[in-house]
């Protein structure tokens, strides 16, 4: 996937659009999440990324990149369908990945503390 494509994917939008993609991302997260788990070698980071991505006092333009990422992660319809194993997830962990390193220091201690509480029961905490 080329830089183009993941900074068009990445751009937060407007307010109605972010609010739409919370609303898809909170649907579906957890079970594009259980699906996946085993196929994302990062997923405490993508579970914490969650947390803030859902977290109020997140800056705004933080959300809404790691909404839209988010958003891409639970869509049916993308780049690679997700149903061919192994390589399906491959361009949802490169949306990821690019959202990851350009927020990282926005996910706090906080975010990750339930990031490993929600692992550790394999079922989500809101």
């Keep these: 996937m080329d830089d183009v494509k993941i900074g068009e994917i990445l ?3 407007d307010e109605d659009k972010r609010e739409r993609q919370e609303r898809q991302v909170r649907a579906k997260f957890w079970p594009t999440f259980k ?10 980071d993508l ?3 969650f947390y803030c991505a859902t977290d109020p006092n997140t800056p705004l333009r933080v959300r809404g ?19 061919f194993a192994l390589v ?11 959202a ?3 927020v990282r220091g926005h ?10 509480r929600a692992l550790a029961e394999e079922a989500p905490v809101n």
Aim: aromatic residues 10%; glycine residues 6%.
């Design 35 to 44: 699906k996946a788990v085993r196929l994302i070698p990062f997923s405490r």
């Design 11 to 13: 751009l937060p939008g």
């Design 107 to 116: 996910i706090h201690e906080g975010h990750y503390m339930a990031a490993d």
């Design 100 to 102: 990851l390193a350009l």
């Design 88 to 98: 399906g997830f491959t361009d949802d962990i490169a949306v990821l990945s690019a």
């Design 65 to 83: 990149i790691l909404l839209a990422a988010l958003g891409y992660f639970v869509l049916p319809f993308d780049v690679v369908p997700d149903m």
């Design 47 to 49: 579970v914490a990324s």
